[in-house]
């Protein structure tokens, strides 16, 4: 099951946070000029992926088209200067195809409240796709250190509240501990094993990479330990499963808040998509990670 989209993300406030950037382009301005290039960064690509889902025509796969568009927010009317028309009319599979290369060709510019929402949604159309593998390899090089043009942005700040990128690191390291237990529990040769095997080493790395960020923004990196509590220790391939489903479950919820840090957002994004493929092979299909009602 989906989390439900942290209190400050509601839809009441995510489409406040859309309105707000459409009034900045209308002559209002609010912040810092870094955050108004920000939210106006979000703003075109939430209303693309809008335009891009209220373009498809045929009846294929409407639930998932409904939960993707209560997810993502409406696209906006014609009256809305610079924002953009739907475009010509889609089949559903080439709007999933439209989505992913749309997201992963912006995630550069985004970082910020929207971003894991519209990031999410990329991935979720990712997985709906019938020849996925391509979208998992593009999600796969993402780069870990961000991009060039990063040195030029301020640099991001988490303010007192705990920091994401490190609680982020800790949920990756123990993931990496949990996925030991399962791959234990899981028969010999079975891909069960080679999957929570390779959860090890990839999450381990995930972590590794959150603390190179952590340093280079002379923020606290997070300690790896010997050993981490975890929800139940597996006995067979089904508990196995279930944990497995459950440390994905909490890398997921720990990527959420990193997606406000510009420069973690390309590797926030690999990792959201290897999480939730990895949750797809134990059993454990969602569309969408960030998903709740409107507030």
Known sequence: MAYSRPKHTSRRAFLLLSATAALSGCGLRFG????????????????????????????????????????????????????????????????????????????????????????????????????????????????????????????????????????????????????TKVALAMKPDSRERRAATARVEALANAAADANTLLKQGQREEAANRPAWNLPHNPSDPGSAKKLAQQLEDTVAAALFGVFEDPAAVPLAGRELKASADARIGFGGRQLLRYEGEAQ
């Open 32 to 179: 810092s000029p870094e955050d108004r290039i920000q939210a106006e960064a979000e703003e075109s690509s939430r209303g693309r992926i809008a335009a891009v889902l209220a373009s498809i025509n045929d009846d294929d796969h409407e639930e998932e088209r409904s939960r993707l568009t209560a997810a993502i927010g409406p696209p906006w009317t014609s009256d809305n200067s610079g924002f953009p028309e739907i475009p010509p009319q889609n089949t559903f599979v080439s709007a999933m195809y439209s989505i992913v290369d749309l997201v992963l060709r912006d995630i550069h510019t985004l970082g910020g409240p929207q971003t894991a929402i519209i990031v999410d949604v990329a991935v979720g159309a990712s997985n709906l796709l019938p020849n996925w593998k391509p979208a998992q390899q593009r999600f796969a090089q993402l780069p870990a250190q961000g991009y060039p043009d990063f040195a030029d942005r301020k640099p991001y700040s988490p303010g007192d509240d705990a920091d994401p990128l490190h609680e982020f690191a800790k949920a990756a390291f123990k993931a990496s501990y949990g996925y």
